[in-house]
């Protein structure tokens, strides 16, 4: 069995995990699987869309690896393999932090990166909503450095997948306390406010997406007593026509519920380039 296989059974498996403990130790009680914009965000942009970016990323990465000299010198292939990876893993999110940032703060950047934060309902999936623009920057700038420093293949698909559990794990509605960790990795309890559409700014702290060190380093840390208050709603209720998926499948013909799915999928790429 070849790594990228086990890589995409190891994804599936953790999804499942997620789900079950979703179920069972639920951080908002009540919350529903199939609910608003599922099958747009598990098969358009969790698969199809994850797919299309994939040929184009990797497409345009090999062609430079291959026509340009840059590969040859291959500066951190000689490192153990779980260092090129932990190497990899802290550079990339330290970006993605700063990148993240700038996308709250940028008008133009936030337009490719409301998509993320329109989903009513946060859960294990709704991660994976995101714009193609913003995914198409974010994967060049993840998995080119792996290509052009020389790292061994297996990295990149370690990195993926770390990416991919994690991203699901910090969206998902799991009761996680982590206590002290909270202050060097993130997870669910401080993610989420990052989500949060309670009419404050909470939303505007928590850009770290694996190390929450980031947040407490650079003073954009929002992380209140779960005991005693609680992220109440999400979404983007000051953009009240951002187009969403028919909500909860309200119509028994589950062709209907697809339909809207596919077409909220493409009104959410060109709601991106409306006039300011």
Do not use: C
């Amino acid at each position: 069995m070849s790594l990228q296989i086990l890589s995409l059974i190891i994804i599936s498996a953790a999804a499942v995990l997620m789900i079950v403990l979703e179920k069972y130790y639920p951080y908002t009680k009540g919350q529903k699987i199939f609910r608003e914009g599922f099958f747009n965000d598990i098969v358009m942009y969790s698969i199809f869309q994850s797919y299309v970016l994939g040929l184009i990323i990797f497409g345009f990465l090999n062609w430079i690896k291959y026509n340009t000299e840059l590969y040859q010198y291959s500066l951190i292939g000689s490192w153990p393999v779980w260092v090129q990876v932990l190497f990899f893993l802290v550079t990339h999110d330290f970006y993605i932090y700063w990148f993240h940032r700038w996308q709250h703060h940028n008008k133009i950047l936030w337009r490719t990166h409301e998509a993320h934060h329109s989903p009513k309902t946060i859960d294990w999936l709704s991660g994976a909503r995101s714009h193609s623009l913003e995914i198409l920057i974010n994967q060049t700038v993840e998995f080119a450095p792996i290509i052009l420093l020389g790292a061994a293949p297996e990295v990149a698909i370690y990195k993926g997948m770390i990416s991919a559990i994690w991203g699901m794990f910090i969206h998902s509605n799991i009761d996680v306390r982590l206590g002290k960790l909270q202050y060097f990795i993130n997870g669910p309890e401080m993610h989420r406010w990052h989500h949060s559409d309670d009419g404050g700014k909470e939303y505007q702290n928590n850009f770290s997406t694996k190390l929450a060190v980031w947040d407490w380093l650079f003073g954009t840390a929002f992380f209140p007593d779960p005991e005693i208050r609680k992220p109440q709603r999400f979404g983007l209720s000051d953009t009240p026509d951002y187009p969403l998926s028919e909500k909860e499948f309200p119509h028994k013909n589950y062709f209907i519920v697809v339909l809207a799915d596919i077409k909220a999928y493409i009104k959410q790429h060109f709601f991106a380039f409306r006039k300011f």
